[in-house]
């Protein structure tokens, strides 16, 4: 029986460790990235050159509903006061609107809208095929709503939990990161068990 040169044994472990090492941390920086939310934009339905360069993102776009109506095709048009954006909702994408259709239900209110900004004849629209796009805003609610930066944050944590609540009330706590399973380095690499001299 050949006896293992030590000086061999140890190289292709430390090998096999460093390796194994590089790769847990690219899987570590893979992680990071897709736990990592953009942040939400917010643009103003007034605003069309920055909705323009917007296009194919997601944003969120608020004001106030003005001038719907319905093509004779059935598709609806929501539009904003003093804006070139709308949302489009083509027939075939009512169903989860039921009986009042979104030319409809938004007239004259105050909304925020969440899509892909798409341009169509050279204005920016999204495309509106769910009611869970839209949010109903008060006409004196702040929106959109303020971001608080570390620098004004309370120093006191009980200061802090009460003003997070009192200026949003019903804001959902933040999602748990994921967990994935440990990796099988075997998965990976060449590894056999050494017998011991």
Avoid: C
């Avoid at 293992?4 to 472990?13: F, I, L, M, Q, S």
């Avoid at 095709?73 to 949302?87: D, E, H, K, M, R």
């Avoid at 303020?146 to 706590?173: F, I, L, N, Q, Y």
Wanted: glycine share 6%.
């Amino acid at each position: 029986m050949k006896i293992p040169d030590p000086k061999t044994t140890a190289a292709r472990w430390l090998a096999s460790s460093l390796a194994l090492a590089i790769v847990a941390a690219f899987l570590a920086s893979a992680d990071a990235d897709e736990d990592r939310a953009p942040a939400t934009v917010y643009v103003a339905a007034s605003e069309t050159d920055e909705l323009a360069a917007r296009e194919g993102r997601k944003t969120v776009v608020h004001g106030v509903v003005s001038g719907s109506g319905t093509s004779a095709s059935g598709t609806n048009f929501v539009n904003f006061g003093n804006a070139a954006f709308s949302l489009v909702t083509f027939k075939s994408d009512l169903g989860p609107f039921g009986e009042i259709e979104p030319a409809e239900l938004y007239e004259g209110k105050r909304i925020a809208v969440e899509g892909i900004v798409s341009i169509f004849q050279g204005k920016p629209q999204i495309k509106l095929t769910d009611p869970e796009q839209v949010t109903l805003l008060e006409p004196d609610a702040v929106f959109p709503p303020p971001v608080e930066t570390a620098a004004a944050a309370p120093k006191d944590s009980a200061e802090a939990g009460s003003k997070m609540e009192s200026e949003h009330p019903e804001a959902p706590e933040a999602p748990e990161p994921k967990r994935k399973p440990p990796v099988d380095p075997s998965e990976y690499f060449d590894i056999k068990p050494k017998p011991r001299p």
